[in-house]
């Protein structure tokens, strides 16, 4: 053979060779670009809805839905903390710092006396969030955006109640849990009833279980009874922690601003504790607001009760009225804890 016809074979040989070494890099890149089996399988059964068990029953409810309206002021603080745009709120009934107040892109439905329901229906939202103030709007609200999910979180700590209690630190989770399952924050929602439960356990182990506890709320510079057991915010707190009522009254009442027993009935009871709602704090334009701290400073029939010469009293957080949030809970009971614990 010659020397010609052997450097031509050779040639041909190192070219077949840079061939199949391109094609192996090639299918090897290929194979590198491609997503696992798994990831794709998982991909393609990532959930597009959620099932939601509410106040009514199941609903369906499409995940990280647009156009979300919010009318539960247990939700408000949770979704901000969960940067969740909101397309419309009743910002008369929330704080004046929240967000959602703030942003003039964020519609204003009013105040669930009268609230301006069109405005619902105007942002065409494929979620509405019900609960609280506005529980009672939910058939209107059903009927007027039909197709979106519409979801009830109200939470029953009513007279009807059997467990109001239980239902109160049920409710919260459930709701935290059906946020984080719509919104896709499952790991933030855990945190947050991690915290929760961590602070009823702080709180209940705080309590010595003999000293007599008096809940108020104090409105327009009056001291007004809260009844144990229902209603709002102190209430169902009774029951979770086993409070000893330092007065207990027939035919009380859930209303936002307590009974009207006096409060000479009040300081007869001699509570060991008195735990106080401020009403008026967080709302605006309220032209006769007093502190809660003040008024209780300054009433001369509890000078000489034990809660105040000992110095027993707790102050729910500022904005708990308009707020009622598990975050406002959580520090609500993680200040009872330390307090009660001195």
Request: glycine share 4%.
């Amino acid at each position: 053979m010659g020397k010609f016809k052997l450097t031509v074979i050779m040639a041909i040989f190192i070219l077949m060779l840079a061939a199949c070494s391109s094609a192996d890099n090639a299918n090897s890149e290929t194979e590198d670009n491609e997503p696992e089996a798994s990831e794709q399988e998982e991909e393609a059964t990532e959930p597009a809805t959620v099932e939601i068990t509410d106040a009514h029953g199941t609903v369906t409810v499409p995940v990280n839905p647009k156009n979300v309206v919010a009318l539960d002021n247990r939700t408000f603080e949770t979704l901000a903390d969960w940067n969740i745009e909101l397309a419309a709120v009743p910002k008369a009934v929330m704080t004046s710092d929240s967000p959602y107040v703030i942003d003039e892109n964020v519609q204003d439905i009013g105040n669930h006396r009268e609230p301006n329901l069109e405005i619902i229906a105007a942002v065409d939202p494929e979620l509405v969030i019900v609960g609280q103030r506005f529980s009672g709007y939910y058939e209107d609200i059903k009927k007027l955006v039909p197709n979106a999910a519409v979801i009830d979180l109200n939470v029953d700590v009513s007279e009807e109640a059997s467990a109001p209690g239980e239902n109160l630190v049920n409710g919260f989770k459930e709701t935290t849990l059906n946020l984080g399952k719509i919104f896709d924050k499952n790991e933030e929602a855990e945190q947050l009833i991690a915290s929760f439960e961590q602070a009823i356990e702080k709180a209940k182990s705080a309590y010595n279980g003999s000293d007599r506890v008096m809940s108020v709320i104090v409105s327009g510079g009056n001291i007004n009874f809260s009844a144990p057991h229902t209603g709002r915010v102190w209430g169902p707190l009774f029951e979770i922690f086993g409070w000893i009522p330092a007065l207990e009254v027939e035919n009380t009442t859930t209303d936002h601003q307590g009974d009207e027993i006096s409060v000479e009935a009040i300081a007869q009871s001699n509570p060991d504790w008195i735990f106080v709602l401020d009403r008026d704090a967080p709302i605006s334009g309220e032209t006769d607001k007093v502190p809660a701290q003040d008024v209780i400073d300054n009433s001369p029939a509890l000078q000489n009760t034990t809660a105040v010469t000992e110095g027993q009293i707790i102050y729910a957080p500022m904005d708990t009225y308009l707020n009622e949030s598990v975050q406002t809970f959580i520090e609500l009971f993680e200040n009872m804890a330390n307090t009660l614990a001195k």
